[in-house]
Structure formats: C-alpha cells, structure tokens
C-alpha cells in the first residue's frame, strides 16, 4: 500500500495513444501494489490489454469501455462508458485499489458523460493512499492544476519514413521517447507488454539502470514473451568535469554488444534500448554507432530507444519522435521516488 497517492496527469494534442499508465501498472505489479486502469477510448493495442491482465492477475485489472470485436457493435457504450467510470471513481474512493487509471478520459468528456467538475470531484475525494492519474487528450486546464505531476506528451512524425516503412509487408517503426518530463521508461514498458502478451516476442534492454529489484523486472517474469536485462551501474556520477567513472564506460560496452547480438538475432518483433539517449548524450556510447544500427536493422523490427537529451542525428532516423515534456513534477515539492511507481 502507498503511504500516500498523488494525482499525475498525462496530456497531449496528439491522436497517439500513451503506453506510460499502463507500463506504470506492469511495475506496480512487480511490488505487489494492485492497479486498476478503465480505457475509455480504443487503441490498436487493446487485445494486448486482455492478455497481459490475465498474466498479472490479482496485481493488474483492465477495463474496456469500448467494443473489443466487431460483434459488440450493439453495445451501448455509452451507458458502458458511464459504469466504467462509475466502478473507477469508486476504487479510488474506497481504497480497493492501490493505483487507479482512468484512461483516454477525454472521450467520456468530450461526449458530456462526464464532466470537469466528476473529475475535481473525484480528486477532492480520492482515498489517501490511491495514486490517482488522468490520461487523454486536451484535458481541462482545472484538472492539471490539481495535480501534482504533469506530462505532456508531443509527438512529431517522419512523413517520409512513414511512407516507407508503410511499403514493408510488416513495418518495423522507430521510435524515439526522449524529454524532460516523467513517463518514457514506461510507455516503453506498457507498449513492450501489450505486443509481448499479444504474442510478439519483445526484449528490453536498460543501458543505465544497475541490477535491482526495479519493479518492472519482477513483473516481467510473469509474462513469457517479455525479457529484460539491466546491464547498467546506476546513477552516472562526473569523475571530475568530464569524464565518467570506467565502471559506466565499461558497462555501456558490454550492453551495447548484448544489443548488437539480440537485434540480428531474428527473435524478436519488439526491442526496446532504454537509455539508451543517456548513453549517447554522455558519450558512453557513439551516437553514429546508434545510427548505423537503425539504418542496419531488421525492416520487420520495431524499435523503442528512451532517454532524455537524444541525439539531433538519432531523431531523424526515427519513424516518430515522442517528447515527454515536463509541466509539473512533486520531486520539487519534496516528494521522493515511491516504490512501483518511479521504480
């Protein structure tokens, strides 16, 4: 249980759906916290959503407000929209939940189902210790300001890229999730369990993390088709003004030659190099060797690279760009990393 929950807020203008609440439920998992996320709006991930809820049973449950086949066109979604939210709001009120995650909530407020003041409501009354958080598109201004983290989530495309990755029977895209803000680690671990568990084999590097029990490492031994290594050795710590300490250069080395064997190993549909941004910008690792790979890979390879500060020259090889930006944050509030939910 959290000794105390906050509200998070992640925003965009965009159409893109954010993976990050649903890679902060697969860590919370891993800590034993329970999390319950409502989708109110589709995405073309959903089917992953049933799969990986079952796998992370009792810890994760996923509810869809929206038709998952074509057979449940006569639903009345609306009135199923409505209950959703309903079963959510009272979760986060009564404490059955540890987490609570109302995604895509902007369609429930677009359509008046619900409206600005049921979420300000919702935040006045939320038990103590549920983490309550927002995810959609043009929240409320009133919303954000209520809480106590807010990210926003922009996302810029490569027409060209997209255009030719679209002439590949099955495309591999690039993508690169970089920022100031929170949520990059963890859209790529929500989008790397809902492919895995939609039985695409997917494989997770961590470039900077040491080897700790983080929670996502403990939950993602639940899923079969998801494997994570951390070959980092922690924080980065200047030696001096320049240089970095030989044990990070060293560990960079090695994970980037465990990188290199995995991507040709033709096992996967899914990596994810996380930190890989870090890496480059400190000069652990070359950012023209990361730009050489993308142009090598596997064309059926989908790729996520994370980290704040990536390389000018790594963007531009990507299919989209995903920036984090960072609106509000609690660390400057005083409020320190919370197990299962930064870590």
């Not at 609440?21 to 109110?40: E, M, N, Q, S, W």
């Not at 704040?308 to 920036?323: C, G, Q, S, W």
Request: glycine share 8%; charged share 25%; aromatic share 6%.
């Amino acid at each position: 249980m959290l000794e105390k929950g906050l509200i998070q807020v992640y925003n965009t203008k965009s159409n893109q759906s954010n993976f990050a609440p649903i890679g902060l439920g697969l860590r919370a998992a891993g800590h034993d916290l329970r999390t319950l996320i409502t989708c109110f709006s589709p995405h073309e991930l959903m089917d992953g959503c049933v799969a990986g809820a079952i796998l992370l049973k009792p810890n994760l449950v996923i509810n869809h407000t929206v038709p998952l086949k074509d057979n449940l066109e006569s639903v009345n979604t609306r009135d199923l929209a409505l209950k959703g939210f309903k079963h959510a709001r009272n979760a986060a009120i009564g404490g059955a939940f540890d987490i609570v995650i109302l995604n895509g909530i902007h369609s429930l407020l677009r359509q008046g189902i619900v409206s600005s003041e049921d979420l300000l409501g919702l935040c006045q009354n939320k038990a103590t210790n549920v983490e309550l958080v927002f995810s959609g598109s043009n929240l409320p201004e009133e919303i954000m300001e209520k809480a106590h983290l807010v990210t926003e989530m922009v996302v810029r495309h490569h027409p060209a890229r997209v255009r030719m990755e679209q002439t590949f029977a099955h495309p591999g895209l690039i993508e690169v999730v970089t920022g100031e803000g929170k949520g990059k680690t963890t859209y790529c671990l929500g989008k790397a369990m809902l492919m895995s568990s939609m039985g695409i084999s997917s494989f997770i590097l961590q470039v900077i993390k040491s080897p700790k029990p983080y929670g996502e490492v403990m939950a993602i031994e639940r899923l079969p088709n998801l494997t994570i290594r951390t070959m980092g050795r922690g924080f980065l710590r200047k030696k001096g003004q320049t240089l970095f300490e030989e044990k990070h250069k060293e560990a960079a080395k090695k994970a980037w030659e465990v990188w290199l064997r995995e991507i040709y190993s033709m096992k996967y549909g899914l990596l994810v190099l996380d930190e890989i941004n870090v890496a480059t910008h400190y000069g652990l690792i070359r950012s023209e060797r990361v730009e050489e790979m993308l142009f090598l890979k596997p064309p059926h390879l989908h790729l996520l690279l994370s980290g704040r500060n990536a390389h000018p020259d790594v963007m531009k090889e990507a299919t989209t760009v995903i920036e984090m930006r960072e609106v509000k944050h609690p660390y400057y509030k005083g409020i320190k990393a919370r197990k299962g939910i930064e870590f």
